[in-house]
DNA sequence: TTTTAGCACTCTAAGCATTAGAGTGCTAAG
DNA sequence: CTTAGCACTCTAATGCTTAGAGTGCTAAAA
């Protein structure tokens, strides 16, 4: 890739600036007029010329301005965007909201988190729930609720809670009951949850099933109710927000977006998809694998929970977003939220 | 209120009928036609004329076919409508369904529950999910996770399970906490969530305070949890079906029922407010009291847990609507609804 | 050689007039 | 009381015109 001279740095720069502001093409003599670069428009009408047949710019027809490029964007992003600097209000939203609740579930940290970067950012927001089966084995218990049945309760080290009713066919002594259980914590300690596999378990079943036949019904359900976990769930806030971009004005565009963000499956895959990367991870357009956001920009961060990367945290929006302020935005929630989570 | 005349009532059934259908205001020559009432379209525009005078049809403008006003469709449900009959597969689905999944939590049933209701009648659904205050204690356990953490679990009749991670600054014997918990146990036993008041509260603390202060942490987050489930999830389904109805083409009609779908409160205010009617209850465009839904239609039943009535399911369209489909699917998944949950 | 002013050209979006079609209401005849 | 016929109304679609924004090119200026 050949280099930008500086002055067609500075016209690329203030046409995405402009048109992110504006949503509108931008043409030379806005450019002219309002970005001091100090030259006449048709000088500037001819560095865009060549910044088109570069690739960074695009026309939408002859007689229009220039709108930036996924090619444009992404320069912009790379190289020119000015470091964002978070307004103190901003800042002190985001603490506010995540700081004021520390007694409070991860849940409801998670749903607070994503409505404070929806309405801050104003674009539709997601974030992957804690991983439960990344997140380590603290201890199962198994309290007898009646003759019947018992309640199951499986803890980890990132505060996950999972419990589940299971039926106990036959009735079975408190010590009988207690004598499992703790041989199961010592077998289970330490692990995360993705390594208590079908062979482990079968394993400890075998272990067990000369000594107690009668847990056979509680460790079905406590493989299923692990098998099921695997669904990890993704929040959504500010879904209408796309309502508000131009680009969104097509009721078929709005249809197929909307329809995306009620598949639950697939918006974990798309935020999975950045899962390991450090800091802020922007995919502008095409760059995303995931065809039904080709046209979106999605920029994402991870946060963790004991040093472990557990979730994603994203923001999804037409290409023409503000990057520096999302980005800035992100990285201060993803602190705070990394701040509260570990307590 | 006069009767309608048996012609009368035929040809506004027909326009009903005909416009659920077609979106398209309806003609005098299309009733004529295709509705086999052996009359001219004149006669039927005289008719026509009348029911408009009435009240029950209406008129976009001097040259447009008449579509049905909020008095027609009402007049419609209550007299008019064929009682619906399910397709023998809708049916089975619905069963199918929530069938299934017997062994699952509560949760995923609601979550299953409103993903088939809103794919079966392509509009908007949402349940109530059970209400936790409305149900009886039935027990509750502390589990000393380590020196410092307790575990609450308190489990209820209609199988709700809520836990909550507690500080215990002060260690505690097992045999002194065995003592609180019973003492509690036996004291709440048979209560629904919204008899245990703070004042109870209070009373059971002053019991306890003399003998074993360092339950008073406990305390207030066992305030605090119950105070928490107040409020109470409401499980949406299909809201991009909105966009699949002509009357929502408006990109501004769809912001504002988007916008009314992120506000769970105000749903949950919605289907709370039809929360002891038996059967289904159907309120037209303005006789739903919330202004944010007087151009739909709201068609809930009930649901219930241990011959409780816990919680709504509804669906949420244009007042244009399959009156009739809707009604019937929607008595059928309560009935399935009402099984599944009774086990 | 680079920059700029000027101008012809292109394309869109908005406004306006025209028209086809659907449906009505009224009148008069059956 | 019903119906055929007809004039009338209103919408939505179509085509035409125009204003405006912006470009690319050329030739003059720096």
Not at 174 to 199: M, P, R, W
Not at 201 to 218: M, P, S, T, V
Not at 288 to 300: A, H, S, V
Request: aromatic content about 6%; proline content about 2%.
């Amino acid at each position: 890739m050949t280099a930008l001279s500086d002055r067609k740095k500075r016209i690329l720069a203030a046409v995405v600036a402009d048109y992110i502001q504006t949503a509108e093409p931008v043409g030379s003599r806005t450019v002219a007029r309002s970005y001091r670069i100090g030259l006449s428009s048709a000088t500037i009408r001819n560095e865009m010329a060549d910044l088109e047949e570069m690739g960074y710019l695009e026309q939408p027809h002859t007689s229009a301005g220039r709108i930036p490029s996924q090619k444009g964007y992404r320069y912009y992003v790379d190289h020119l965007m000015a470091a964002s600097e978070l307004g103190g209000d901003e800042e002190e939203t985001i603490s506010r909201y995540l700081g004021l609740e520390k007694m409070r579930e991860i849940e409801q940290i998670i749903i607070s988190a994503v409505r404070v970067l929806s309405s801050i950012t104003n674009h539709t927001s997601m974030i992957m729930g804690p991983q439960f089966k990344k997140s380590t084995f603290r201890q199962m218990r198994i309290l007898p609720l009646d003759e019947q049945r018992g309640l199951v309760v499986l803890i980890t080290d990132s505060g996950f809670i999972k419990n589940k009713v299971i039926d106990l066919y036959q009735s079975l002594s408190s010590s009988e009951l207690h004598q499992v259980v703790s041989y199961l914590n010592q077998k289970l300690f330490g692990l995360t949850i993705d390594q208590v596999t079908a062979s482990l378990i079968n394993e400890l079943k075998r272990d067990l099933f000369r000594r107690l036949e009668i847990l056979e019904q509680a460790f079905i359900l406590l493989e299923e109710s692990l098998k099921e976990e695997q669904q990890v769930r993704v929040f959504l806030g500010g879904t209408t927000n796309i309502l508000n971009q131009p680009e969104f004005k097509d009721v078929e565009k709005i249809r197929r977006m909307l329809a995306l963000f009620e598949q639950e499956s697939l918006l974990f895959k798309i935020l999975e998809n950045n899962l390991g990367e450090e800091d802020v991870v922007v995919k502008i357009g095409r760059e995303n694998p995931f065809e039904d956001i080709q046209e979106c920009t999605l920029i994402t961060a991870a946060y963790k929970i004991n040093q472990k990367t557990l979730g994603t945290v994203g923001v999804i929006g037409p290409t023409r977003m503000d990057y520096s302020r999302v980005i800035g935005v992100l990285r201060c929630l993803v602190d705070n939220l990394n701040r509260t989570l570990n307590l």
